[in-house]
């Protein structure tokens, strides 16, 4: 039955002459081909089961992977914190296309849920249904992994069913160009690794034959390099507006994603959210260091913990604050400063300069230990807790961040 996932079949594209093969028995594509919604198809064991096309969250659950994905659950949370809306009639002279970088591709789950959250604004594009852009300006991909799925029949009612259609190789070329060149909304990918992006290819490909898969641009390499050829093409050359920011949004999702925050900040608009997604409390704390070290220009929203039972993430209490050993040192060494100063001038200072009073002595080497701490970088320390009242259940760490200006300015140091 469809409530009891260990007995449904998850198959591949439906084509004349495959064959379903199961523990319950085997069923012929032929049979699947041209069915409705709900309808009861029998294995080779007389088992009964009844068909339906699996939603976006079984589907990015079932299909096969070479990395954890992004549930499902994450996913939707994350794409509603960038609170995405579109304005149907605006000008095509005018309107500048929203676009969002997804550092990180993965599995391809969150660039499936980003390209639904988006799809409102490329949908009334004139192209033919069937057709797929995965790849360069001018490549036409016809749909060839969409996935149906068909469910064992007890004689009870057991959800939905859709079936599974072939599609045509259509040729899309002059569609592809007006594509990309009218799109209103993007979602730009792009993972390091070679395979995976290949295979995030595939599962964005495969859903619902394609329909999302026209948003979405992939990219292999480095996620600063992208950035700086972005700028270059973008610019054609022009020195003066070489960081023109064009991403309204980036998310990532990377083990070292602090690396990368100084890279991407300047290609972000201002009020532009930037998302870290990562398995540890601690690696938000990196990304938080570096902005707070390097002036960054982001503004700490939220962090929040996800996981099981966490219905719209549970929110961190995280800060950067000054140790108060360090303002004492701090104080001590300006007092000392001063003391120094006004004992210069003052009568209580020998003839001959070299004796001092034993309390100014005392207040130098105050002084002195400020000044060693500061050369230790000793300067901002982190704060991290669950908010009161609440206790740690399992899952990754969000940190929601706003550009705030369009510039990185560095902090003065202490």
């Not at 198959?11 to 709900?38: D, E, F, M």
């Not at 701090?330 to 000392?336: F, P, Q, V």
Request: hydrophobic fraction near 35%; aromatic fraction near 6%; glycine fraction near 6%.
């Amino acid at each position: 039955m469809k409530e009891d996932p260990s007995r449904l079949l998850f198959t591949k594209s439906l084509r004349p002459g495959r064959v379903v093969q199961s523990k319950w028995g085997s069923i012929p594509h032929n049979s699947l081909i041209g069915k409705s919604a709900r309808d009861i198809v029998a294995s080779s064991t007389s088992r009964e089961f009844r068909i339906h096309v699996p939603t976006l969250e079984e589907y990015v659950t079932m299909t096969p992977r070479l990395v954890t994905p992004v549930y499902p659950a994450d996913a939707n949370f994350i794409v509603s914190l960038l609170d995405l809306h579109f304005m149907p009639d605006a000008s095509s002279s005018t309107y500048q296309p929203l676009e969002i970088l997804e550092a990180g591709t993965g599995h391809g789950s969150l660039t499936l849920h980003l390209a639904r959250a988006i799809h409102g604004a490329n949908s009334l594009l004139d192209l033919p249904p069937t057709s797929v852009d995965l790849g360069g300006p001018t490549e036409a991909l016809s749909q060839e992994t969409s996935e149906s799925a068909v469910d064992v029949h007890d004689g009870s009612s057991s959800g939905s069913a859709i079936s599974d259609h072939v599609s045509e190789v259509v040729s899309t070329e002059p569609y592809l160009i007006k594509r990309k060149e009218n799109r209103r909304a993007i979602i730009h990918t792009v993972d390091v690794s070679a395979p995976y992006s290949h295979h995030a290819t595939t599962i964005v490909q495969g859903f619902r034959q394609g329909i999302y898969a026209r948003n979405v641009d992939f990219y292999v390499g480095n996620v600063s390099n992208w950035i700086d050829e972005q700028f270059r093409t973008r610019t054609q050359g022009h020195v003066e507006a070489s960081e023109t920011p064009f991403l309204m949004h980036a998310i990532l999702d990377l083990p070292d994603s602090h690396v990368y925050l100084p890279k991407i900040a300047p290609a972000l608009h201002t009020d532009g959210v930037m998302i870290v997604f990562n398995p540890s409390i601690t690696q938000i704390l990196e990304c938080m260091k570096l902005i707070t070290q390097d002036g960054i220009p982001l503004w700490l929203d939220r962090v929040l913990e996800l996981g099981a039972g966490m219905t719209g993430g549970r929110d961190w209490d995280i800060r950067t604050v000054k140790p108060r050993a360090l303002l004492k040192a701090e104080n001590a060494r300006k007092e000392a400063q001063a003391a120094v100063y006004n004992s210069a001038t003052s009568s209580e200072v020998a003839c001959n300069g070299l004796q001092e009073d034993s309390s100014v002595l005392a207040m130098t080497r105050d002084a002195e230990q400020a000044q060693a701490m500061y050369h230790r970088k000793i300067g901002w320390e982190m704060i991290c807790r669950p908010r009161v009242g609440e206790r740690i259940v399992g899952g990754g760490f969000l940190g929601v961040w706003r550009k705030m200006t369009d510039r990185i300015v560095k902090t003065e140091k202490p």
